[in-house]
């Protein structure tokens, strides 16, 4: 499958228009297998900056991808198909963050009773895999 059909997939299956702008959207998270800045989506795309905002938080909001706010404050973006429980990697050289494989919930500790779980926010930090090549 391309990563238009997927993007068409993805919105269609929220019962949701692949209006063209949600799907060039759409393809470059897909393309870029990581989760990218809103700057980083606009290096690659011929998108007005407001389209672009409306899109991304579109689809967050839909749950076809999920925001990621860094220590730096930049929000990324990256697609996701279950509920977002995993953790982020951000290398400390290339500033770069990347999705780490869903796993069990990672929690520090058991919640207080009757505390419901919705999200878990954690970034680890070191070196990506290309950094620590270079040396
Ligand atoms: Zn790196
Ligand atoms: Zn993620």
Redesign the pocket.
């Known amino acids: 499958m391309t990563s238009d059909d997927r993007a068409r997939a993805l919105i269609e299956a929220r019962q949701a228009r692949p209006t063209a702008a949600r799907l060039q959207v759409l393809r470059a998270l897909l393309d870029a297998g990581r989760?990218l800045s809103h700057q980083e989506v606009q290096q690659s795309l011929e998108l007005d900056r407001v389209t672009l905002y409306r899109v991304l938080d579109w689809l967050a909001d839909t749950g076809i991808a999920?925001r990621?706010n860094a220590a730096d404050r930049i929000t990324r973006f990256?697609v996701?198909s279950a509920p977002?429980c995993?953790a982020?990697f951000q290398c400390e050289q290339c500033g770069r963050i990347f999705?780490l494989p869903e796993g069990a919930p990672i929690l520090p500790g058991p919640l207080p009773e009757g505390f419901v779980l919705r999200e878990i926010e954690m970034t680890v930090k070191g070196v990506c895999a290309d950094c620590a090549h270079q040396g």
Do not use: L
Request: charged share 0%.
């Open positions: 989760p999920h990621i990256s996701s977002h995993h982020h999705c």
